[in-house]
């Protein structure tokens, strides 16, 4: 739905190194997502973006950063990895005026 | 955002209708429940949402009591694909970011 495409599908990767995720739409949706989810805590919000340039923190966003210079793409690097960050990365964009977010088909992390 | 509570799990028979309850006690006037559902090892997927009325698409209905304290989101012939974990979320309509707090929600299993 909504063009959303995550890139890795999967990855893996060592302790102590850099990693970025890379969330791409088509459907030109103003609002970005990124979404963790673990097993017992379900969907948390990291970061998210009202627009170009224009980016805050969610409820877990401390190890990570994002950016967005372009309306279709929205980045999610961890600077340097830690096994906590293994996890799930969900991308989620937000259509039109009230709150149906469409989700892309996530990211498996693995952090050794 | 009011808090909302959910059975862990609930089961269903295929053919049947399925109810999945929804408590939201705290809810404010101007906020609206949403439901989103996510099928194992996929993002999730937007169901319905509604503010006082009952509403129904083509997947599902939803029932909100009069004095809008919980809610039922009715999927009327459970098929298997219905399986599914599913979210009851409260939003305040058009709220700043979009930002959808997620549960831990029902899991629904259909059994043939």
């Known amino acids: 739905d909504a063009g959303i495409t995550q890139s890795p599908r999967h990855k893996v990767t060592e302790t102590g190194t850099p990693v970025t995720l890379r969330c791409h739409q088509t459907e030109n949706h103003r609002y970005m997502y990124w979404y963790r989810q673990d097993p017992g805590h379900g969907l948390r919000l990291i970061h998210y973006?009202?627009?170009?340039?224009?980016?805050d923190k969610g409820e877990v966003s401390d190890g990570y950063s994002v950016s967005r210079s372009k309306t279709e793409d929205f980045l999610l690097t961890l600077e340097s990895a830690t096994s906590s960050q293994t996890s799930v990365y969900f991308c989620?964009?937000?259509?039109?005026?009230?709150?149906?977010?469409?989700f892309g088909s996530g990211t498996q992390l693995s952090v050794l | 955002d009011a808090k909302t509570t959910q059975p862990p799990s609930m089961d269903c028979a295929e053919g049947r209708a399925a109810n999945l309850p929804c408590n939201h006690s705290t809810i404010s006037g101007n906020e609206y429940v949403y439901w989103y559902r996510q099928i194992h090892s996929q993002g999730p997927q937007y169901i319905i949402h509604?503010?006082?009325n009952n509403e129904t698409n083509e997947m599902a209905s939803l029932i909100i009591t009069e004095d809008r304290k919980s809610s039922t989101l009715i999927l009327p012939h459970a098929t298997l694909r219905d399986t599914a974990v599913y979210y009851c979320?409260?939003?305040?309509?058009?709220?700043?970011?979009?930002?959808?707090?997620f549960g831990k929600g029902t899991k629904l299993s259909v059994k043939p």
């Open positions: 973006s009202y627009g170009v340039k224009d980016t």
């Open positions: 979320i409260v939003r305040q309509y058009g709220g700043s970011q979009g930002n959808l707090i």
């Open positions: 989620a964009t937000k259509a039109g005026e009230w709150e149906k977010l469409f």
């Open positions: 509604g503010l006082k």
